[in-house]
């Protein structure tokens, strides 16, 4: 794990740079006002959960380096905790305030008792989660198309790629997320919102050294 990368190997979108929301919806075609109404119903569902006091979330993304997966909970400003799920094993993460911990990897069956952590200085959890990194570019999106509770629109990437996005709305809160663009795909759907447990921080009698 490096801080330019936050805990996800793979930001699909943050990894190639910046980007410009395209002017064609995908899904139904709509009339302006309806449009309209679209975008202003992804922005409120997306604001309400980027502002929410905490959640959980499961990330899975998919590219050329291979899967990753990830289990975390976020809480607002700065925790973010959870693990990597590779291969059978969990490496096991929390950020808070500027500091990253960080275990070896354990079996899926072996239990949390007993890990020690390593910590280096880190981004924000703002900056690295994937909900807030992810999410973030509905409040952008400029043509939305709405078919039911889903949302859809499309970014475009350096070098003319697209990425296609589709956002589900649940109630006040969007709750799940997609996105597809050359070379990889993620997926995130967003949990206990504003009912999450707090993010855990190891006790200092968890660190090495």
């Given at each position: 794990m ?40 992804l ?17 899975l ?37 500027s ?8 079996s ?27 999410l ?74």
């Amino acid at each position: 794990m490096t801080a330019s990368r936050g805990p996800s190997a793979w930001y699909m979108l943050g990894a190639l740079g910046a980007v410009v929301v395209v002017a064609a919806a995908l899904g139904v075609a709509q009339s302006p006002s309806g449009a309209d109404q679209a975008r202003s119903d992804l922005v409120s569902a997306a604001t309400a959960t980027l502002h929410a006091a905490g959640y959980t979330e499961h990330y899975l993304g998919t590219s050329s380096q291979g899967v990753e997966e990830l289990e975390l909970t976020y809480q607002a400003p700065d925790r973010l905790s959870g693990y990597r799920l590779v291969a059978g094993r969990r490496s096991y993460l929390a950020v808070a305030g500027s500091t990253l911990y960080q275990a070896t990897s354990v079996s899926t069956t072996g239990g949390t008792a007993g890990l020690r952590f390593a910590t280096q200085p880190y981004a924000p959890a703002s900056r690295v989660d994937p909900v807030q990194q992810d999410l973030s570019y509905a409040l952008r999106a400029t043509a939305v198309a709405r078919t039911g509770d889903v949302y859809s629109f499309d970014v475009r990437l350096g070098a003319g790629a697209v990425a296609h996005f589709r956002v589900r709305v649940d109630g006040q809160y969007a709750t799940a997320l997609t996105a597809q663009a050359p070379g990889g795909a993620l997926g995130l759907t967003v949990t206990d919102i504003n009912a999450a447990p707090p993010a855990f921080v190891p006790p200092a009698s968890s660190l090495v050294g």
